[in-house]
Each structure stands twice: as structure tokens, then as C-alpha cells.
């Protein structure tokens, strides 16, 4: 019969096993980037990529752009946020092939883009749990969801709040299941109740239409606001954004390299 070992031995193994264990791995911990109110940052949809713009934030095409492009950004310093249509199809995607014909709906008023039927789950949830892994295998730090407002739009199909909370939560389960942080893109009506599933909020266009306020629960949480403005000149919009702490440019809607900060 073994005798039992001296407690102090069983508590100076332990210490060592403990010791020599790896460390958790950040993407399955939620150990994900979470950015704070008021980083510079750069949206660049189109054009040839210019990497040189000395902000700490790029938000670039997750499907136009190799991994090699995210690398290059780190290197520089950046933090590199993935652009993807998940409530939108768009007939132009290397996967346009694989969204059944029954969720399509109307168009979204961009050329070869339809509305998707966000209730369809299902079928929605497996397509776009590639696409983010997609983003992740790419080295993408976070991703921008867009068309994330269906249901305040004529889709095609009776899209309810309700509908649209289940989808958009889905979506944000989805990257952080992936060690991805989420941004919810405009719905800002949902705020109030999406507001613990995102980690930042991006913006379009809320000081031309009066709505910037409705964003500060992010800054008041901590979390970054990334807003742009197409057609507002910089000072009519700029003083209120950095009292709200936004992080606020002016860009063109073609959205190339060209931009104008506050």
C-alpha cells in the first residue's frame, strides 16, 4: 500500500503543474480587443488600400483583402476591423452562390444587393459563421456587421424589432465565439437593448440627421464610437462628436482612402 504524500509536497506539485500549463487562449476566453471612446480611425471600402494613414483604427473589406494586408496593418500598428454585409446578399461575393433563393428579398437600394431574411436563422446562421471565421483566419481583430436594420426597412418580408434582436445577437455571438469584438452599425433604436452584445457602435451620418446623442450609452460604457459624415463639413459636426467622445470624420460615399478628421 502507497502511503500518502506529505501535504506540502501535494501543494509545491500543484504549484508546478499550474507553473507549466499553458496560458488560456485568447480566443476562446473572450480575451477579444475592446476599443475605448475617441481612437482615430480610418474606412477605406474601395480604392487600392492605403495603409499609411497614421490612426490606430482601419476598418477595411473583409472579403477584398488577404491576410497578408491585415498583417501589414499590425505591423504598423493598427488594429484592423472586418467589413461584412450580414443582413444584406450581395450578388458579387465568392459565396453569393450559396444564400437560397427564398432569402432574398428586396433591394437595399445598392446596386446587387437584397435584403436577406434575418428570421431565416437556420440557414442565415451556418452561411455567416463562415464568413466570420473568414475574418478570423484572415487575423481581423473585430468585425463590422452591416445591414443590421432590416426590420425598419422595406425587406420584403415582415421583419419585426423582435426578429431583428434575435439576428443581430446572433451575429454578435457568433464573432465573440470566435475571439472577434462586434460592432453594431447604426439600428439605433435597439441601442438600449444590444448595448452589453456589442463591444462599439459604427456610425453613419447621426449629427446631419440630429441622432448623435442617442449613441453616448456606448461612450458612457466605454466603448468606441466609430461615425462618419458625408455631407456636413467638418466644424458643423466635429465640436459635438468630441464632446460625446465620438470618433468622428468626414468621408466621401465611395468610401476610398480620402478623409477628413476632426
Not at 140 to 169: C, I, K, S, W
Not at 199 to 212: K, M, S
Not at 217 to 226: E, R, Y
Not at 232 to 241: G, H, K, V, Y
Amino acid at each position: 500500500m502507497r502511503r500518502p504524500l506529505p501535504l506540502l509536497v501535494v501543494l509545491l506539485l500543484l504549484a508546478t503543474a499550474c507553473t507549466a500549463a499553458p496560458g488560456p487562449d485568447p480566443k476562446t476566453t473572450g480575451d477579444r480587443w475592446r476599443p475605448a471612446p475617441g481612437l482615430a480611425w480610418q474606412w477605406q471600402l474601395s480604392g487600392r488600400l492605403d495603409p499609411s494613414v497614421d490612426v490606430p483604427v482601419y476598418d477595411i473589406d473583409g472579403f477584398d483583402h488577404p491576410a497578408s494586408a491585415v498583417a501589414d496593418l499590425h505591423r504598423r500598428g493598427r488594429k484592423v476591423i472586418c467589413y461584412l454585409s450580414t443582413g444584406a446578399w450581395e450578388d458579387f461575393r465568392p459565396d453569393a452562390g450559396r444564400f437560397p433563393k427564398a432569402l432574398l428579398g428586396e433591394g437595399n437600394g445598392w446596386k446587387g444587393e437584397r435584403w436577406l431574411d434575418i428570421r431565416r436563422i437556420d440557414l442565415l446562421g451556418p452561411l455567416m459563421a463562415k464568413r466570420l471565421d473568414m475574418c478570423r483566419d484572415k487575423g481581423f481583430d473585430a468585425v463590422e456587421p452591416d445591414n443590421m436594420d432590416g426590420y425598419r426597412n422595406r425587406t420584403g418580408f415582415p421583419l419585426t424589432a423582435a426578429d431583428q434582436l434575435r439576428y443581430n445577437r446572433l451575429i454578435a455571438g457568433l464573432a465573440h465565439d470566435r475571439g472577434l469584438a462586434v460592432g453594431l452599425k447604426n439600428d439605433l433604436d435597439q441601442i438600449p437593448q444590444l448595448l452589453p452584445d456589442f463591444d462599439f457602435a459604427v456610425d453613419e451620418q447621426c449629427a446631419q440627421y440630429g441622432e448623435c446623442g442617442r449613441l453616448a450609452p456606448f461612450t458612457a460604457a466605454g466603448k468606441a464610437v466609430f461615425h462618419v459624415e458625408y455631407e456636413l463639413a467638418t466644424e458643423r459636426f466635429c465640436p459635438e462628436a468630441r464632446k460625446l467622445g465620438l470618433s468622428s470624420m468626414r468621408k466621401r460615399y465611395e468610401l476610398d482612402a480620402w478623409r477628413q478628421a476632426c
